[in-house]
């Protein structure tokens, strides 16, 4: 795709959006292809490229993964690989096996995803996951990037003896340092190591007295370092030793090289499978945060926006808790050519970059921010005219760079071009400057060529309103409250508001009055008519507005009632089940009470205090009296009768009567009492009703 000029202040908005997707690369690979991403003009690598992305923004959303964390960038390691002799350090080679495990993983995951993700699959389906690869770094190297003793017989040899000789070389160290400590001939410091070689700190005077190699001296002169005559042999040894270790460990290393050198073609394959997934995911991850989707690509040239958003103003207004308002737009064979007007900072611009850039985006393959439902297409050629380009190296004034840009654009647009033109013929007089743009705007039309442009000049909207092809649109304004709406409408030009927002500024009227006196008749007639129509437009969108909101709000009471109605049967239905089983409880539990007080009854000497504790657990515990009444038998008392025992509660029937004593049941308990004990069971009613009369 040929995008003219190739700096300009549209291109460096989507330079910083390359930048932003980076940020979420996890190699310097992918952050370097996501940083050379241009946008390109071939519908097969477009469709390749977006499908990828939303394929990997669909398997993030569903919450599967798989392990493109566990490796870094191998780009060093397959260089030295492609050298010859070369070898690998330890942490270049578990590089490589986290590499070759990852894509191992990814495989496999891919293999097992029933082909959800068609393209992505792709990406790996030729791969192999050559598990040698691991399992000879594993055999040499532990997963700190340790050379394994096991990994050769001479090695294991030659640790076991550098081990034996270092024991015995600490024995001899403990030794000494005991004589010289205990002669004070040490330092704080005791022991260290010079040139590779363990050492002693003695105080200096003591350097002749002692036998040993001196190897260095203290900036003060104070403290020598010597290495005692009786290890001089050992130190030897174990130097010895560990050079001999070295040499093993980079023998091993270099047959460990050779063995993957081998494998360098299919190491590669792996490596750039990930840096291309990895790109994906980077592209994923900030379609996620600006609400980006794939739109319907459209074999013709036309598009259609719904809700789209320009993204870095998206984060921008999102970073400060501040809503972005998006906009719609449809341009199409018929309308191809959008002639945008209205006040300052309404908009305008916003609008024409955030297509310019949604249109490099997704050119790019990535995802761009509109809503579901939106449909864009593919131009070879895209012209930007855009802020201020006066060239002081060329001596141009902004007009004249303008009017090199616009003889390129005469030149190369076509029908499957896009231009974008702000501030369409300023920059130079208004009557000069509307009647060539006016003419540049039917040279764009009659060429076919799909555009967008921003102006203030009449002749321009009146073109747009009479010329088919083209069309008017505007940014609304709040004339009220003086304030721009940021909401694009396509089908009426709209008004600048020159003397609206000149008169809330706090100019005089006077001066406003001269101002419109020298505006042509007509001028000033259509920009009436323009803010009039604005306003009426504005009026009824907000009866509109309103209307939808009251019917939005019955139809959630008329909701919310049903809900309701529902919930109150299931309540009901709950409780009833609730005290149904809550009665079952309570008649269980009072019929385990009553067989216990009956057991205890039937084996206590004191029944009254039984039946005081059964009464006391119901919370039916007598009162105490002061005084005890006088009692005497009851003579209406006789089998059949209904009983309480005195002073209690609970109603019993007289079965039988022996003399002064009598049988009496309660409930499903029978018992013996005195006659004496016994009161009718209305009596206590004819008694509450004495008390009550008098």
């Known amino acids: 795709m040929l995008v003219f000029p190739s700096a300009s202040l549209l291109t460096a908005e989507f ?44 398997l993030i959303a569903d919450g599967e993964s798989f392990n493109l964390t566990g490796f870094k960038d191998v780009s060093k390691e397959l260089g030295l690989l492609r050298i010859e002799n070369s070898m690998l350090q330890p942490e270049h080679a578990l590089n490589i096996a986290k590499l070759t495990q990852s894509t191992g993983e990814i495989i496999s995951f891919f293999n097992n995803s029933n082909d959800r993700f068609p393209l992505l699959t792709a990406l790996v389906s030729e791969l192999k996951f050559e598990k040698t690869i691991v399992e000879a770094v594993d055999k040499v190297l532990d997963e700190y990037g340790v050379v394994r003793s096991s990994a050769s017989p001479e090695l294991m040899h030659i640790r076991r003896t550098l081990q034996r000789q270092r024991a015995e070389a600490d024995r001899i160290y403990q030794s000494v340092l005991s004589k010289y400590r205990k002669n004070g001939w040490l330092t704080d410091n005791e022991e260290t190591s010079r040139n590779g070689r363990r050492v002693l700190s003695i105080v200096a005077e003591q350097k002749r007295t002692l036998r040993g190699i001196v190897h260095d001296l203290s900036a003060t002169g104070k403290t020598a370092f ?120 309404g908009g305008k611009t916003v609008c024409m970059k955030t297509v310019g850039l949604l249109q490099m985006m997704l050119q790019s393959g990535m995802l761009v921010p509109v809503a579901e439902g939106s449909q864009m297409t593919i131009f070879n050629k895209l012209f930007v005219d855009i802020g201020d380009s006066q060239s002081i190296a060329y001596e141009l004034s902004t007009y004249s760079s303008r009017l090199q840009n616009m003889k390129v654009f005469l030149e190369q647009a076509d029908d499957k071009s896009l231009f974008l033109i702000d501030e369409f013929g300023s920059g130079t007089d208004p009557d000069l400057g509307g009647a060539l743009a006016e003419a540049l705007l039917e040279e764009l039309n009659a060429r076919k060529s799909t555009g967008i442009i921003t102006t203030h000049f009449m002749n321009l909207k009146t073109l747009a309103d009479k010329t088919p092809g083209l069309i008017n649109g505007s940014m609304m304004f709040d004339s009220k409250n003086l304030k721009p709406l940021f909401q694009l409408q396509v089908g009426k030009p709209g008004s600048s508001y020159t003397f609206v927002v000149a008169a809330r500024s706090g100019l005089s009227q006077s001066l406003i009055s001269k101002a419109r006196n020298k505006v042509t008749q007509n001028h000033l007639a259509l920009e009436k008519l323009l803010t009039k129509l604005e306003r009426d437009k504005n009026l009824v969108q907000k009866r509109l507005h309103e209307l939808e909101e009251k019917e939005k709000k019955l139809k959630k009471l008329m909701h919310t009632s049903e809900n309701l109605i ?88 007289v079965e039988s009567i022996d003399g002064n004593n009598a049988t009496v049941v309660f409930g499903i308990y029978k018992t013996k009492c005195k006659l004496i004990d016994l009161v009718m069971a209305d009596e206590e009613k004819k008694e509450s009703k004495t008390h009550s009369k008098k």
């Open 15 to 58: 330079d910083e959006i390359k930048r932003q997707i980076s940020e979420f690369a996890l190699t310097t690979s992918s952050k370097n292809v996501v940083l050379q991403l241009q946008p390109v003009a071939e519908r097969e690598w477009i469709v390749q490229e977006t499908g990828k992305t939303k394929e990997f923004s669909q």
């Open 566 to 653: 529902v919930e109150n049967e299931k309540i009901k239905a709950a409780m009833e089940t609730f005290l149904r089983k809550e009665e079952e409880k309570i008649v269980a539990r009072y019929e385990n009470r009553m067989k216990r007080v009956a057991k205890d009854l039937k084996e206590a000497k004191n029944k009254k205090q039984v039946i005081d504790k059964f009464l006391n657990e119901l919370g039916l515990k007598r009162e105490k009296k002061l005084k005890e009444p006088e009692r005497t038998i009851n003579p209406a008392i006789v089998a059949g009768s209904e009983v309480k025992l005195y002073n209690g509660k609970v109603k019993g029937k």
């Open 226 to 345: 010597i290495e005692p005559e009786e290890v001089v042999d050992i130190n030897t040894s174990v130097w010895q030793l560990e050079q001999e270790e070295r040499m093993e460990i980079a023998r091993i290393l270099r047959e460990l090289t050779k063995f993957l050198r081998q494998y360098l073609p299919l190491i590669e394959a792996y490596f750039s499978a990930i840096v291309e997934l990895d790109t994906c995911r980077a592209k994923a991850l900030y379609a996620q945060i600006i609400h980006a989707v794939l739109p319907t690509l459209s074999p013709s040239i036309s598009f259609n926006l719904v809700k789209a958003q320009h993204p870095l103003l998206f984060l921008h207004n999102k970073a400060l808790k501040k809503i972005t308002v998006p906009f719609s737009l449809r341009l199409d064979s018929r309308n191809h050519i959008l002639v945008i007007s209205g006040p300052n900072a």
